[in-house]
T-cell receptor, first 115, second 113 residues
Framework: AQSVTQLDSQVPVFEEAPVELRCNYS??????LFWYVQYPNQGLQLLLK??????LVKGINGFEAEFNKSQTSFHLRKPSVHISDTAEYFC?????????????FGKGTLLTVNP | DAGITQSPRHKVTETGTPVTLRCHQTENHRYMYWYRQDPGHGLRLIHYSYGVKDTDKGEVSDGYSVSRSKTEDFLLTLESATSSQTSVYFC????????????FGEGSRLTVL
């Protein structure tokens, strides 16, 4: 079985400050990792994903994440946030093999960007 | 745009009544999913389907059933709604060309009084 832990349920930051949203996973097999964003009253959309290769993954809206296999982490970062980044962020994991059809999500981190 | 439509988008019902939520896709993707989203719990998988009439349970399937008689439609039914099923329900699809990635609908907000 796989699981995801998002270490912070809420992260308040000021506009133009850097931010890191933390995600740790647990799995006995190789994984794919994802970050999704949910704006208020909307569905989820993909920010970025790690499938293989370079451990530093760049996504939309200036976000990036680094896969660290030894620490089983996939933290999301942005060097300078905007008010419009206020949203809930979900980390998710799936197996990388033939059973990669089920995503397991973390409980989410609410990022609030203040002026 | 993955062409996912959920209906209804909002519903208020009473305890004990049956409720069916519909997910419709415009492309013939094999995998479809129903998740529920609750504060403090993130998204939890209810049921998923890997083809017509092929479905399986997720982690929170009690009290829910699903059906998939056509590739494009995946129905979630609450046979007798309870207040604990008040939630936002999301349908998702997995495309064959995007490894592991899911595309989500806009959600259906269900309130059980």
């Amino acid at each position: 079985a796989q699981s995801v832990t998002q270490l912070d349920s809420q992260v308040p930051v000021f506009e133009e400050a850097p931010v890191e949203l933390r995600c740790n996973y647990s799995s006995s097999v190789s994984v794919y990792l994802f970050w999704y964003v949910q704006y208020p009253n909307q569905g989820l959309q993909l920010l970025l994903k790690y499938l293989s290769g370079s451990t530093l993954v760049k996504g939309i809206n200036g976000f990036e994440a680094e896969f660290n296999k030894s620490q089983t982490s996939f933290h999301l970062r942005k060097p300078s946030v905007h008010i419009s980044d206020t949203a809930e962020y979900f980390c998710a994991v799936s197996h990388s093999g033939g059973s990669n059809y089920k995503l397991t999500f973390g409980k989410g981190t609410l990022l609030t960007v203040n002026p | 745009d993955a062409g996912i439509t959920q209906s209804p988008r909002h519903k208020v019902t009473e305890t004990g009544t049956p409720v069916t939520l519909r997910c419709h896709q415009t492309e013939n993707h094999r995998y479809m999913y129903w998740y529920r989203q609750d504060p403090g719990h993130g998204l939890r998988l209810i049921h998923y389907s890997y083809g017509v009439k092929d479905t399986d349970k997720g982690e929170v399937s009690d009290g829910y059933s699903v059906s998939r008689s056509k590739t494009e439609d995946f129905l979630l039914t609450l046979e007798s709604a309870t207040s604990s099923q008040t939630s936002v329900y999301f349908c998702a699809i997995r495309t064959e060309r995007q490894a592991g990635e899911l595309f989500f609908g806009e959600g259906s907000r269900l309130t059980v009084l």
